[in-house]
């Protein structure tokens, strides 16, 4: 039974998976989640895996040793595929290991070549430049917006360097 775009089971989190602390973006409150990543082409088993619980027993029901389909993706890190699991981070003081509901979809809305999540995401950085948007390299466009920081500073002052940006939910305050 396929309930995720050509997934039908997911994978286990291996002992050895990179492990990142990161923080929902959605509203302001700070809830705390663990982001896992390891290579696509393994993954841990019932005995050995990143919770240290035997996976082929069955788990007591608030268990950290468990994740859903909506925290899982693979996606690109440094230029490879990769298996990504964001879960509620149950030492985190803010949440205590709950999820929201946008907070605990955090790594399905991930663009994904692989299981066609956010396409419509963009990969490379746009520029206007000499009327329509064009893409360009990262390269040039940090150096654009440092060129461009550099000269509000010198010619004003950093109070006047403002960025303008827009989320949906307050991940920088609203």
């Not at 605990?104 to 999540?117: I, K, L």
């Not at 490379?124 to 500073?153: C, M």
Request: proline share 5%; aromatic share 8%; net charge neutral.
């Amino acid at each position: 039974m396929a309930y995720k775009r050509q997934i039908d089971r997911l994978p286990i989190i291996p002992a050895d998976a990179k492990s990142h602390n990161v923080t929902c973006h959605y509203c302001i409150v700070g809830c705390g989640y663990k982001a896992y990543t390891w290579p696509v082409n393994r993954q841990g088993t019932a005995q050995n895996n990143w919770s240290g619980e035997d996976l082929s027993k069955q788990q007591p029901m608030e268990t950290e040793a468990w994740y859903a389909p909506s925290m899982y993706n693979v996606v690109r890190q440094n230029g490879q595929n990769v298996h990504l699991v964001i879960k509620p981070d149950h030492g985190c003081v803010v949440n205590s290991g709950l999820g929201s509901v946008r907070g605990a979809r955090m790594a399905e809305n991930r663009r994904s070549d692989v299981t066609g999540t956010q396409q419509q995401r963009l990969t490379d950085p746009l520029v206007w430049r000499y009327g329509p948007w064009q893409p360009t390299s990262w390269n040039d466009a940090l150096d654009l917006v440092a060129r461009v920081t550099a000269r509000v500073i010198d010619k004003d002052d950093e109070d006047n360097l403002f960025v303008s940006m827009f989320d949906h939910g307050g991940s920088a305050g609203g």
